[in-house]
């Protein structure tokens, strides 16, 4: 039976990261969660930091993305971000550092919390997509 697919592209200023036909695609715009599949509704929302959930054949795929803008056309889904990366591509160490020096941060109450915060949400995605 044929069953159509949904492309996604995700783009940095340095890479593309990911480009497939998938199935499915799960995220969090402005709005909240959004489950994306052939045939939505054309959307433009911007992008926080957040995970990029990729179903596709039964697999199921993560990417840690922050910040950005989330296109979606009727056949192709667009996520233009400042960063992403795929589990393969996280370095769990730098992201652990980078949770342990965010949190410090923000215990401290020194510096900017809203910074501090941004950067616990990135690392702490990162480290639920490197498991
Ligand atoms: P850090 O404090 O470790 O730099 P960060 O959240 O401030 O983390 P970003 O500004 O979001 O980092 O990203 C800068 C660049 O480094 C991006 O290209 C991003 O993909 C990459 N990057 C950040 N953290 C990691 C990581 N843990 N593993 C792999 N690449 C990472």
Same mark, same amino acid.
């Given at each position: 039976?044929?069953?159509?697919?949904?492309?996604?592209?995700?783009?940095? $200023?340095?890479?593309?990261?990911?480009?497939?036909?998938?199935?499915?695609?799960?995220?969090?715009?402005?709005?909240?969660?959004?489950?994306?599949? $052939?045939?939505?509704? $054309?959307?433009?929302?911007?992008?926080?930091?957040?995970?990029?959930?990729?179903?596709?054949?039964?697999?199921?795929?993560?990417?840690?993305?922050?910040?950005?803008?989330?296109?979606?056309? $009727?056949?192709?889904?667009?996520?233009?971000?400042?960063?992403?990366?795929?589990?393969?591509?996280?370095?769990?160490?730098?992201?652990?550092?980078?949770?342990?020096?965010?949190e410090k941060r923000i215990h401290?109450?020194?510096?900017?919390?809203?910074?501090?915060?941004?950067?616990?949400?990135?690392?702490?995605?990162?480290?639920?997509?490197?498991?």
């Open positions: 039976m044929f069953m159509s697919k949904i492309h996604l592209d995700i783009v940095t $200023p340095e890479k593309k990261v990911y480009s497939e036909d998938v199935d499915m695609i799960i995220t969090r715009a402005a709005n909240g969660d959004i489950g994306i599949m $052939p045939k939505h509704a $054309p959307l433009v929302s911007p992008l926080q930091a957040t995970i990029v959930r990729v179903k596709n054949d039964g697999q199921e795929e993560e990417i840690a993305v922050s910040g950005g803008f989330l296109e979606v056309r $009727p056949d192709q889904v667009t996520i233009l971000a400042e960063s992403a990366e795929t589990a393969s591509e996280i370095d769990k160490n730098r992201a652990l550092q980078a949770k342990e020096r965010a401290s109450a020194e510096g900017d919390l809203i910074r501090a915060e941004a950067a616990l949400l990135r690392s702490m995605n990162r480290l639920r997509v490197a498991k």
